[in-house]
């Protein structure tokens, strides 16, 4: 079973870990592949090689400035809950990866479908033009990594909101057992001093004040000196 303080650094690992795939190549053609970090590039205006220059001067600028900001934004939101999910306390961290996770998804897959579709009507464009022979292509199996990761990570963080906090159950069941024992040790004290008590009455010698001479119990002279007791 998972810990909380364990769910707290797996999830910033995760979060660590969707950054570095902004960073791979999962879509574009056989000789040209694209990365999102690609595209927040290409929305600033910095095209990478003669090839994309083609491509994207086909495109709207002020949607690929907008993708690139919006792709830009969830690489930071991905460092910002990497950051929260160690610094909070308590569930919020867990509250705050289930939310970022969320939006971030939501951003990669629009980013995605945004291209597949800006690519696909411009197909025929960039055949008859002979820019690129192939065809724009997605690689499936890194998006379902790059989705799978975000997916575990809410599952992480939702499983952590549901366990206890272990910390707490141990106080009570510390303060509620001290007090039995308590006033068992109290009673059984009790009951012990008595008969010490009674133990002690019993050995005690009654004497003769003037000569030291042994007394019975309710004697009242002393038969050696005859004092009056």
Not at 33 to 42: K, P
Not at 97 to 109: A, E, Q
Request: charged share 20%.
């Amino acid at each position: 079973m998972i810990m909380k303080t364990k769910a707290k650094y797996l999830t910033a690992i995760l979060f660590l870990a969707s950054v570095v795939m902004y960073f791979v190549p999962f879509m574009g053609w056989e000789r040209l592949q694209l990365r999102l970090f690609d595209l927040v590039q290409i929305g600033f205006g910095n095209k990478r090689t003669e090839e994309i220059s083609r491509i994207v001067d086909n495109l709207p600028q002020s949607q690929m400035s907008l993708l690139g900001y919006v792709i830009l934004g969830a690489m930071f939101a991905a460092l910002v809950g990497a950051v929260l999910s160690v610094l909070l306390k308590k569930d919020a961290p867990y509250f705050a990866t289930v939310i970022l996770s969320v939006l971030i998804n939501i951003v990669i897959v629009f980013s995605v479908l945004f291209m597949k579709q800006k690519m696909g009507q411009m197909e025929q464009v960039l055949k008859l033009n002979k820019t690129l022979g192939e065809s724009f292509e997605i690689n499936r199996n890194l998006v379902y990594i790059w989705i799978g990761i975000f997916v575990v990570n809410i599952a992480v963080s939702l499983l952590a909101i549901a366990l206890p906090d272990k910390k707490r159950k141990k106080d009570t069941r510390i303060i509620y057992s001290e007090q039995p024992v308590k006033s068992i040790q109290r009673q059984y004290q009790d009951k012990l001093q008595i008969p010490v008590q009674q133990q002690k009455l019993e050995n005690q010698k009654h004497l003769c004040p003037q000569c030291g001479n042994e007394l019975p119990e309710n004697a009242k002279f002393c038969t050696k000196c005859g004092q009056r007791l």
